[in-house]
């Protein structure tokens, strides 16, 4: 399905964050904490943020395959959000010191367009075992600003 | 002997004194429905023993109507007004305390019920106004994040059992904080802060 996606994502591309509700949309407002590093069912903590690439007919078949873990909780929707401003977000933050903030292409065998939002806060990759702070908080909110459209399931 | 009846004969004194204050309070509370129009002055005292004089002098003047004393405990005190926003709060914290382990993956945390508790009860000395455009969301981590979006500033506040993280971006500056003890104290200075 996602063959063509070349392997560098460009600037021009947007990439969507699955969301669940009432967990992380709220009131309209998508959660900064949304935007997290999981660690995986085999241990490995990601030092990424999943997302997934593609136009909106590929995505809406893709994101069929993610569930509520929770009951109570729902499949709402999913989040985009542009490339190339979520790599602008480490430029414009002048106060976060040393942030670089990168969407790289990481195909799957079960999502061959998913790919990965690499945070990097004074040289040292954030990954799931990163302590919470102040930071990072900033870069979650800032990813989360930049959801503009969000599409409904 | 003499020193305990003299302690007797004080206590009688105060007790008197208490009882015709209150007195004296009550009848003023209802008077003051009806002159609610007329002016009225706030005097503090920091000697007591000065009260009898001073309201033996006020009285002696011309066109005051009415004398009373009030204690410390009779100033009506400011009333927090708990209106929609902290509705919402307060029920949002109760419902993500539900939240069961596992709730976003395997690695989700329950959240702290700690956090949950020291939220709420702080919720209950903040004024309505500070809590406008505030909204509570779960962090996976088993903390609760509070978020604000307003048309000045933005901010995140982690509430974690023991501390505060948080950052505010506010007139083009950013504050960032990562260990502020979690206390009512620290969170409303934080609510003040962004709003202020």
Known sequence: ?153 | MGKSYEDFGKRQRKKQKNFAESEISCNFAQKVKNISDMAQLLVTVSDNAQLPHLRTAIRQLRGVEQVAMLRKMDVPRKVLTQGKAHKELLERAESLGKLAEGWDGSDSKAIAPQSIRKFKTALGKVEEKLLQGWVLFPDAHGYLYLDYTGSNAVAGITMTGERLIYFFKKDGKTVKNDGAAFTTRNLLSILERVHG
């Open chain 1, 1 to 153: 399905m996602a063959e063509h996606l070349p392997k560098i994502v460009g600037d021009e591309e947007r990439v969507a964050r699955v969301i669940f509700s009432p967990s992380y949309i709220y009131n309209g407002r998508v959660a900064p904490t949304a935007f997290r590093w999981d660690v995986l069912p085999s241990g490995d903590a990601e030092d990424y943020i999943s997302v997934l690439r593609g136009d909106a007919s590929e995505l809406d078949t893709e994101t069929r395959h993610f569930k509520a873990r929770v009951e109570g909780d729902e499949r709402y929707g999913y989040a985009l959000l542009g490339v190339g401003h979520i790599r602008e977000i480490g430029i414009d933050n002048h106060e976060i010191a040393e942030t670089k903030v990168d969407v790289l292409s990481l195909p799957s065998k079960h999502h061959p367009n998913h790919a990965g939002i690499v945070v990097d806060i004074a040289k040292e990759r954030v990954t799931a075992l990163t302590p919470v702070s102040s930071e990072i908080m900033i870069i979650q909110k800032e990813l989360a600003l930049q959801c503009s459209e969000i599409v409904r399931f």
